[in-house]
């Protein structure tokens, strides 16, 4: 229409639109950066990089073609949506990513659907062979759902966290499969209430 084109070229017009796209990229790059440097653990707040990425990609058709062609901005995995979880793990491009699923229950629930939030975890934890790291806190209704996702080999991981909220008489022990008993690069592993029930094969962890 011609609206938008006036506003596409009042857009153009601007000093900012005149800077090279790795330039532009690079700022991008800061600011998804500077915000997951600021993200609160445990909070909605874990969506800080991906609203941040796509905040800067709703800024104007040319904003969002760089930042849709600059795989590093879409590697932070928040597991809140599954709509948004999807559309990550394909603009990340080769990328490995790093997630962060909370699938336990929250003190303040009035933003929170732990429905959508599992859908997001089923849908991020069955691409596990592209994992750099990640976060996952359950109870035992949403462990049941999203565990049997991390039964797979997770050749590219180096960091996770595994956490499973203290209940009354809780299942703590973790499948002979976990991981697909086969991730070489990993480095470290934290498990709360939980512990193998087999030998685990990481030759690097510490």
């Not at 938008?4 to 000093?15: A, I, Y």
Request: aromatic letters at 8%.
């Amino acid at each position: 229409s011609y609206d938008r084109t006036l506003r596409r070229n009042h857009n153009r017009s601007q000093p900012v639109s005149r800077l090279p796209e790795e330039i532009l990229s690079a700022c991008f790059a800061f600011a998804v950066g500077a915000a997951w440097g600021e993200l609160v653990y445990g909070s909605r707040q874990r969506l800080r990089p991906a609203r941040c990425a796509l905040g800067l990609s709703h800024v104007c058709a040319d904003w969002r073609r760089i930042a849709f062609n600059y795989p590093t901005l879409w590697t932070n995995i928040p597991c809140t949506s599954r709509d948004i979880t999807k559309l990550l793990l394909t603009l990340r491009g080769s990328l490995p990513v790093d997630v962060n699923a909370r699938l336990c229950k929250l003190k303040d629930t009035s933003a929170h659907d732990p429905i959508d939030d599992e859908a997001a975890a089923i849908e991020a934890f069955t691409h596990l062979s592209v994992f750099r790291s990640f976060d996952l806190s359950v109870n035992a209704e949403s462990r049941k759902v999203v565990e049997p996702c991390i039964q797979h080999p997770a050749p590219l991981l180096e960091k996770a966290v595994y956490v499973q909220k203290r209940t009354r008489g809780m299942d703590g022990r973790l499948p002979a499969e976990f991981l697909g008993n086969r991730c070489p690069q990993l480095q470290s592993l934290r498990l709360e209430n939980l512990y193998p029930t087999a030998p685990f094969s990481a030759q690097k962890l510490t």
